[in-house]
T-cell receptor, first 112, second 111 residues
C-alpha cells in the first residue's frame, strides 16, 4: 500500500518485557515522527527523524525508550522493561520535509 | 495550561446541524492542523493551514493568526462525521517540526 504502516497493530506484554514497534513510512518521506497517545488523550510527541538522523528525542519519557532509523526508511521504537504506564497507542507519521504528516494506524500496547 | 486548547471536549448534535469546534494556542506556530480520528482507527489529516480559510466538501477551517485561534466547521453534519477531531500546531522553532496536539473533541452526530 501507499500509506504508513505499523506492526504489530496490537501488542500485549508482561511488565518487565522488552517490546519493539515497527514503522514503515511512505516511500521517499524524509521526516518520521513517533507519538504516544494515552487513552482519552491527544497524542504527545516522542521523537523525530530526518532521514537516519534523530534530530529531536525530547519527548521520550525515560531512558527505557529508544528509537532508531538506521537506513533512513523503516524505524523501530523499542521499549525496555515495560511498565504499566507505557500502555498506550504508539503512532508513527511521516512527511516530505515541512509538510503535512501522514499517520499510520498505530500500535496499541497493553502492559499487564 | 496546555499550549493547545480545544473546546468543547465533547459535542453531541443531531444530523443536519452546523458544527463548530474551536482551537486556541499559546505558542508561535508555522502551521495549524485539523485531524480526524475514528475509534480504533488511525489519524487522518483534514487541513493544514497557516492563514485564512480552507474548504473541503462540508468541512471548513479558519485561522486567525493575530488572535491565535482556529475553528473547524462542519455543515449539514452526518452520523459518519462522528469521530474525535484534534487540533495540532507545528511550532515555529527552527528545525523543529513536531506537532503539539490539543486534547481532542469527541463529536457524536445522532440520526
Amino acid at each position: 500500500g501507499a500509506g504508513v504502516s505499523q506492526s504489530p497493530r496490537y501488542k500485549v506484554a508482561k511488565r518487565g518485557q522488552d517490546v519493539a514497534l515497527r514503522c514503515d513510512p511512505i516511500s521517499g518521506h524524509v521526516s518520521l515522527f513517533w507519538y504516544q497517545q494515552a487513552l482519552g488523550q491527544g497524542p504527545e510527541f516522542l521523537t523525530y527523524f530526518q532521514n537516519e538522523a534523530q534530530l529531536d528525542k525530547s519527548g521520550l519519557p525515560s531512558d527505557r525508550f529508544f528509537a532508531e532509523r538506521p537506513e533512513g526508511s523503516v524505524s523501530t521504537l523499542k521499549i525496555q522493561r515495560t511498565q504499566k504506564e507505557d500502555s498506550a497507542v504508539y503512532l508513527c507519521a511521516s512527511s516530505l520535509a515541512l509538510d503535512e504528516q501522514f499517520f499510520g494506524p498505530g500500535t496499541r500496547l497493553t502492559v499487564l | 495550561k496546555n499550549e493547545v486548547e480545544q473546546s468543547p471536549q465533547n459535542l453531541t448534535a443531531q444530523e443536519g446541524e452546523f458544527i463548530t469546534i474551536n482551537c486556541s494556542y499559546s505558542v508561535g506556530i508555522s502551521a495549524l492542523h485539523w485531524l480526524q480520528q475514528h475509534p480504533g482507527g488511525g489519524i487522518v489529516s483534514l487541513f493544514m493551514l497557516s492563514s485564512g480559510k480552507k474548504k473541503h466538501g462540508r468541512l471548513i477551517a479558519t485561522i486567525n493568526i493575530q488572535e491565535k485561534h482556529s475553528s473547524l466547521h462542519i455543515t449539514a453534519s452526518h452520523p459518519r462525521d462522528s469521530a474525535v477531531y484534534i487540533c495540532a500546531v507545528t511550532t515555529a522553532i527552527q528545525g523543529a517540526q513536531k506537532l503539539v496536539f490539543g486534547q481532542g473533541t469527541r463529536l457524536t452526530i445522532n440520526p
